[in-house]
């Protein structure tokens, strides 16, 4: 299954993604872990990484897409991937989409993890870590409160608030979420392919919405494609097969199995070239035979012929 997440800092969909790879063995591609290890390994991709960092500039999308592509290629990715953290605009999206399309593993799910921004700002905001690194407890001073106030319920030390975990910076860190994912979600509804999944409740609950996504949505939807092959094998001529592919990134409408197959195989008929070839190239070709002026009525008068030479001479004498 080949999925994109989508979800604001703080939505929990990075919790989501390591419960994803756990059920469904297949890897997490982080753009952030992928140049990093680029980098590290000093590949043709990662210098190029690397010289754009060290310039102070964005690595272009050329160079990230290449080193998605190169991870695609190993062996745990043959059953799927999760994408976090990319594409990040519609650009990064279509060249995402025209990469995967080359390599026939077309997105399948964008998965967007909504919460409400009050939420997020509350989750982040009201964070607090016990500053004693042993320990590193997590609380939030909204949802799961220490027992007494500033101190770690575990080892007693202070608790600690990220600077940058500040109202205003993480108000506008939002706000950039906001901008550049809503093109995101129309990008992938108008294909699809958006689902969303409500991020609030407990992590179980979360997760069984999202895998209940992929099972109810995705699964019958790979089924009612097989079943249409099917179909279409014994119904038509061999070709159908891969135009069935296709809907496979399509819209997810499955319902039973049966009908899309019905469909598609009635689309498919008239798709035959049979009735061109039956054009009826036969008739014309006797008309040519007869002489210049009598090409119409060529062939009446030809079987009359024999019969004509007689009487032809004696109606000239009479006029
Ligand atoms: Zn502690």
Known sequence: M??????????????????????????????????????????????????????????????????IQERLSKPDARA???????????????????????????????????????????????????????????????????????KCD???????????????????RLQVYEQQTAPLVSYYKAQGKLRTVRGTGSVNEIFKNVTDIIEVQMRPLAAAMSAAQAAAAKSAPPKPVKPAKKPAAAKPAAKP????????????????????????????KPAPKPKKKAVKKAAPKKAKKPAKKRPAPKAKKKK
């Open 2 to 67: 080949r999925i994109v997440l989508l979800g604001a800092p703080g939505s929990g969909k990075g919790t989501q993604s390591k419960l994803l790879i756990e059920k469904y063995k297949i890897p997490q591609i982080s753009t952030g872990d992928l140049l990093r290890a680029a980098v590290a390994a000093g590949s043709d991709l990662g210098r190029k990484a690397k010289a754009a960092m060290d310039a102070g500039q964005l690595v272009s999308d050329d160079v990230v897409l290449g080193m």
């Open 80 to 150: 799927g991937f999760i994408l976090d953290g990319f594409p990040r605009n519609i650009p990064q999206a279509q060249a995402l989409d025209a990469m995967l399309a080359r390599l026939s593993q077309p997105l399948q799910l964008a998965l967007l993890v909504d919460v409400d921004t009050e939420v997020l700002m509350k989750r982040i905001t009201g964070r607090r870590t016990c500053s004693n690194a042993a320990c590193g407890a997590i609380y939030n001073i909204y949802f799961s409160a220490p027992k007494s106030q500033g």
């Open 154 to 172: 575990k080892c007693g030390s202070n608790l600690a608030h990220r600077s940058d975990d500040n109202e205003n910076t993480v108000r506008s």
């Open 257 to 284: 199995a049966a009908k899309p197959a019905a469909k598609k195989s009635a689309a498919k008929k008239p798709a035959a070239k049979k009735p061109a070839a039956k054009k009826p190239v036969p008739k014309k």
